[in-house]
């Protein structure tokens, strides 16, 4: 069927038009610096913003070290815009010193794992150190806030609780699937000054985090922000001197939003690999998200309000999490579970879960919730470190449920 609408380079009358003659352009100029075998060419792309096309240049493993930027108008190079020679040959023979053993090759065949829902009670690093390598499909969770106390000192404290998240992130490498997901909900935390002389400070947490994210090998996603109601800051006092005197240099803003930060572990599997690869071809039907879903990053969402945890963060948050980046049966981990808000996320979704949380008071909230989460299916969860809660007596089942709809039926 002949082609109707001109291509962008055709309406503005490019010299260069098509990637064909992007290419044989650049090869020829490969050629003239004899780099035309150590080289491959990627796919040529128009930016008729500038006027130009930009050709990929790849190292024979397909890692790009450069590009060639081409005038469309009149079909010159522009040497200023395109990666010098001398610069092509000293990234061809860093990349090629160790590239090919860097390289993996991807696994054969997706492998679901066998791990079953599982509670566990103790320090995450020590729990995650038992669990098998990659055995986990996505990580979500919140982990404690940093509060230093003003007897001790802030900075050796903060390095601290950098240091036990370093861990935290290390492990999580481990157990994560290969190109899978770890989400974390995090936000500033404010330290309040300890006497009238004294100022407070705000320490930035997620960006602190976010260097140990890329230092542990994992590649940066999205930032998501979730954002509260207004008045929802107010409980820090931050802001209320301003808005009584209005002075300038007072100000300070009202914190009503946190990060969601998100991380894939480092992988050379696209993620369309994991879609078509998935051996449950159901389950990723299953999955597909409907169409109320966030379409930017900013998230309205109301805090949670009723849970027996001082800094539970919402069911519905959770559940978009899951939703966004894990297939129904996937098992979706919390390091730090506290009362249980992505086991019940999960459940809802057909997820299995592992939760670890380190106090055995929040363990005990969970054992009181999982029935109301999977019902008798509670019972073929694993308890590490900890006694599974006491079966609940179901009335409904076997005879005495035939027994109890034939009373009602007579009743009617």
């Known amino acids: 069927m002949a082609r109707k609408k001109l291509l962008v380079s055709e309406a503005r009358k490019y010299l260069v038009t098509t990637v064909a003659q992007a290419k044989s352009i650049t090869e020829g100029w490969l050629s003239e610096i004899d780099l035309a075998k150590a080289l491959k060419l990627g796919l040529p792309e128009v930016d008729d913003r500038y006027h130009i096309w930009r050709v990929p240049l790849c190292n024979p493993q397909n890692v790009k070290v450069g590009e060639v930027v081409i005038d469309a108008y009149t079909t010159e190079i522009l040497y200023d815009k395109t990666t010098k020679p001398e610069m092509l040959e000293t990234r061809l023979l860093q990349r090629g010193n160790g590239a090919a053993a860097h390289k993996r090759n991807p696994p054969v065949e997706y492998t679901l794992s066998p791990l079953r829902s599982t509670v566990g009670l103790g320090n995450c690093v020590d729990l995650m150190d038992e669990m098998p390598a990659a055995s986990v499909d996505l990580i979500f969770t919140s982990p404690p806030y940093f509060n230093a106390r003003p007897q001790y000192g802030e900075y050796e ?8 998240m370093r861990q935290v992130i290390r492990r999580a490498n481990k157990v994560l699937g290969e190109g899978r997901f770890f989400v974390m909900n995090t936000a500033p935390v404010l330290l309040r000054r300890a006497s009238r002389n004294e100022s407070s400070k705000r320490i930035a947490v997620p960006f602190d985090l976010h260097r140990i994210f890329i230092e542990e090998g994992f590649d940066f996603i999205d930032d998501i922000i979730w954002v509260k109601p207004e008045g929802a800051g107010w409980a820090t006092g931050r802001g209320r001197r301003f808005a009584a005197d209005r002075n300038p240099l007072q100000y300070k803003a009202v914190p009503v939003t946190e ?4 991380y894939r572990k480092k992988t050379d599997l696209l993620i369309d690999w994991h ?4 051996p449950d071809r159901q389950a990723v039907a299953d999955s597909k998200i409907e169409d109320d879903y966030e379409r930017t990053n900013i998230w309205r969402i109301q805090p949670a309000t009723n849970s027996k945890h001082p800094a539970a963060f919402p069911l519905e948050l959770a559940k ?5 980046y894990s297939f129904k049966g996937d098992v979706v981990m919390d390091p730090f579970a506290g009362s249980g808000t992505v086991g019940a996320a999960a459940a809802k979704l057909g997820r299995r879960f592992v939760l670890l949380e380190i106090c055995s008071e929040y363990i005990e909230i969970i054992k009181d919730s999982v029935d109301a989460w999977l019902g008798k299916a509670a019972e073929q969860i694993l308890w590490v470190n900890c006694t ?3 079966p609940p007596l179901r009335l409904f089942e076997g005879r005495e449920h035939y027994e109890v709809k034939k009373r009602s039926k007579k009743r009617g």
């Open 259 to 262: 990060y969601v930060l998100v």
């Open 320 to 324: 978009k999490v899951i939703k966004y």
């Open 157 to 164: 404290e903060y390095e601290k609780y950098l240091l036990e």
């Open 275 to 278: 879609i078509r690869s998935h």
């Open 388 to 390: 599974p809660p006491e």
